[in-house]
């Protein structure tokens, strides 16, 4: 199945913005019931449950220690050469 929205992106973490998006899908499809324009209606209802199934109910982020350990592990500090142990100049 083709994922039209990636739930792991960092966008999608803090809780306001998932709300968000559900929000204006759903306003938008009250507009287009409103305006009976009932097949762009169930489009757009179609639409907000997607994006509420997937940004809500099935949401489960990554934890965040885990992303940063993965970071770190691939820039390793730089090695200059010219310093000793006790961080004296050679």
């Not at 809780?15 to 499809?29: F, K, S």
């Not at 109910?57 to 500090?77: G, L, R, S």
Request: charged share 20%; proline share 8%; aromatic share 12%.
């Amino acid at each position: 199945m083709i994922k039209l929205i990636d739930p792991d992106h960092p966008f999608y973490r803090p809780l306001w913005i998932r709300l968000l998006i559900i929000g204006l899908c759903a306003v938008w499809t009250a507009v287009e019931f409103r305006n009976d324009e009932n097949t762009w209606g169930m489009i757009f209802l179609a639409v907000t449950t997607y994006t509420a199934c997937t940004l809500l109910i099935f949401f489960k982020p990554k934890p965040v220690a885990v992303e940063e350990a993965k970071a770190d592990a691939v820039a390793p500090e730089p090695v200059t050469g010219t310093e000793t142990k006790s961080g004296d100049q050679v």
